[in-house]
């Protein structure tokens, strides 16, 4: 009897801390194995690399990232700052009188303007542990001088073949509205009329015209933003996509389906399927030559423990 | 007479400052024009870049980059230091409980770890002036707060044709001595024996064995370095190369072959011809497999009005 | 029975977790009230400054603080970089032909040189939460933007009696042993012998002669401190004083007189009793002269959030 | 005839130059020796601290510096930037759980909020070079990462007499209008009405009721600001004082006396003269309580190299 009691307390203290966990299921081990650091990352094969390269047959570059400079549009309180180191910083010196310059740098980078969202960026708390990627924990793998797991170190480079969707030109608008969500249906339908497909191992961009409001109106640009649903991204994640991006600050629709849930997507994408994001595109140029595959590379930096990486990403048809 | 007396003063103090110039001839206007802010980079042509995109058969990717971290070779005073923002960085919020991580990055990026020297990096002081590529003036193009000409979100992406020369394989050791001067018969001679040429618009990489150092003897790392000699650059420029890397932090060897101009292959390359420089390379995977000709890929940050980017190079064969 | 069951074992989770706290007291709400932020700052009373006041008879000043510099003995992984904006950083600009300089600062300020401990930098951790002094939670006040209680901003200026402990000269030595633990009876054979007390409100600085390491050995300085040991502390602690410094970076014996509870002083004082720690201190000159009591002057930079300041105090007799 | 002729040439280029030099006198050597480089700190005796001293007799301090953060009014592109390093930063460790908290500060130290301008801090270009206190030339003594001369470092603690100017209780109103240039009459008419008087060695602050605006309305703030005009800046260093200090964010009138000569006041001051200069107080207090003469105590940071200081300056009478 009083075994069953204890039991019965135990389940009952359980089940409430179960009740923490924000979704039914656990999403580790990784399919890539308990170990498995790159997530997504692995659909690229030689073969994939392949099937990109195929697509380059103008030698047509298109640059993807945004300047980086102090007054871009960034979230909360994060800064950018750049400062030249003297002009020149050295010299001259010698007979042949060489000046040099450097600059330094302080910013949140990784998480300022074009970003690329590592494995070690967003995770979620359960039972008072900070779930990420592949079930590692943050109390284990985290430290002030950087993480020791999901480093953005490991991604290692991303060549594959890119799809742009074009949501905007498919719903005959400039700019989506400012808090629109792309449904599955959007997509297909997008697909259809670009008459292209996603595979797996793909880079999906979305082009929401939402970038057209950076630099012009950084305020309205980081109030909300139109993109995918929770739905469309699980969508996305189905077909074994390796990355999404958009010419936003976050890719997924703010505040998107369910207010109580903002940022989910992040979770579906990269906490749970190891699936990148690349947040803060130019995606105007692509859209404007009606680009809708490409071959895409992105290499992130090895910043040691980092949880994200700056970039330029291009395209290349 | 008078007049006459007053001009031959003037003269005497022109050619007195000429007698500062550190070499006879003026390098501007570029070839791509007195406005070009992109120098060797117009090398890349879409035909360059099918060209490069031939080479990828196998779908094999070779990271150049170096990991960035605290420890690793720092030039002078450098500094890098990444700190992460808490652990988490923010939350948990919402039903999902979502948390996210973040970082803060500080240091002199673009000139710390693998590093792309932009064109205004290097210049020469003359009369007073400090004259960079294209003969843009500093005093006319530096603010403190960043370069509003020459900055490094100028360049676009470099994708082309990489060489690598094993000049350590060619002259037998795993590592040239400390202070080893690559010579243009060097050059020759492991062209010859890797059986590749070398092209308009090629990127070249020199594997010197010095990168073996690296987090293992970073002061010996620092101290000195092997390297193509001023004769050897001049060379290579002649070649129309875009840009020269290594495994080493400086490419060129230092003190090289005048000591009293030390650093002045820098001067060569970005300042007089708008080539560009690769440094802190590693090139062990790529030396170790035999690979000599390849598609080259980087794409600088578009850091606004800085000097130099941070990198992760990708060669694909 | 039933209830009795599971009382008991609510009860021996409870003492379960009660077991993980460090020691068997609770040591909040703060003497000075539940919502008290300034601790032993509060001793300085109107009183006390006017007496420190009266220790001022030659108007001779000693300036405590180091010199803040890249190459200073720095603790793990901190940082210190200065950088001059340009030379100069604006200018000339108008008839008068004005140029500014200024620089730019990075570094784990309020931990690196000379440092002022404030009361949000050490806590607990207990059953999960990390508490802090007066029983605050790091849970509720800590932010990554800096701590909404406990910041340094809150302390306001320590004007008061200074007493500074030549232990060294009382051992008969230059410098203490490396891990040397200073005792009560050292203490009072140095009080007697400098016939001097200790009173409610001082501030009481240790010379242990480690300062001498500073710059010169900056490996040696970091590696272990002589210094007051765990029960010096809490006597210095019952005598009501408002902060401890000394000549080394971290005023107490490290490792201390119990290896498994390294920098459990600093619990003592700031955690438990909101006594302030001031480290990393020039003491020379002070003993140098035979300056055990004076005016004492810190005042904290009101960096909102932060749990330490950086420093130059002073000694005025 | 040749001889005269050059020499007339050498002459004429020679008066051109000095056409550009903006005043007429050279304001070098020091009156404190051609080394010095502590300027009007020299003013600081034993006697002058005693003085000051005696002024404390209630035993009562007031803060005059502001709170540093994110938001507060910045200059330019300056910023300021306070991030926790982790929640806790460190720990828990040992069988003490001790947890550390430190954060990471970078920004314009020393020149963003209250701050404190040094020697190296404003210069006058004359003739090609930029010439600071004592006449010591930029060329000479900057370097990227710091001043080898007239570094704040230098200066020591500032304990000294000090002296309320509430210009805007004089003229009746409780903020001085934008662009007020207090005059000597001003000054005159405050000191008779407050019945003080300025003496060598002084601290003069200025209340103009404009630091009402900090952090209500910043934009307004930094605009422009009320302040002494160049007039009244050269009678106050006539009188031998160390330092002006004022709620605004220059302390002279912006623009001033003369539009083409705007922040001419701080050449007279620091650059000519080696008084120093303290900007962005909060001196309400100070004036509510009608405290018009005190100690007067502000210790700079030793940085080393540094133009300028964050601080915290105390009153106290």
Redesign the interface.
Known sequence: ??LF??IS??FILTLNCMA?I??DSIWWPSKWGSEDQRGAANYI??????EA?SL??????Y?L??????DMPLLG???Y???????????????????????????????VG?QFDGL???????N?E?IFYNGFK??EF??????TKLGI?NV??I?TRGVLLDIAKYKNVKQLDSTYIISVADIEGTLTKQNVKITEGDVVLFHTGWGQLWMRDNEKYGRSEPGPGITAIKWLIEKGIVMTGADNWGVEAIPGE?P?????G??WLMNRNGVYNLENLDLSSLAADNVYEFAF?F??????????S?????A?R
């Open positions: 009897m009083k009691t204890a307390l135990i923490q924000p979704n094969t030689p073969e994939k690399i392949l390269t380059i047959k103008k030698g047509q570059v640059e990232g945004r300047v980086y400079e102090q309180s994060r800064h700052k750049l400062t030249l180191k003297g002009l020149p910083s050295s010299g001259p010196t010698g007979d042949h009188q060489v000046v040099y310059n450097s600059e330094l740098i302080s910013g949140e980078l990784g998480q074009t070690g960026h967003v995770g979620t708390h359960v008072g900070n943050l109390s985290g430290t002030t001088e950087g993480l170190e290692g480079a060549f369910d109580n849930r903002i940022g989910e992040h979770q590379i290499v992130p930096l090895k910043l040691k423990g980092a949880t994200g700056p970039g330029n990403p291009i290349i």
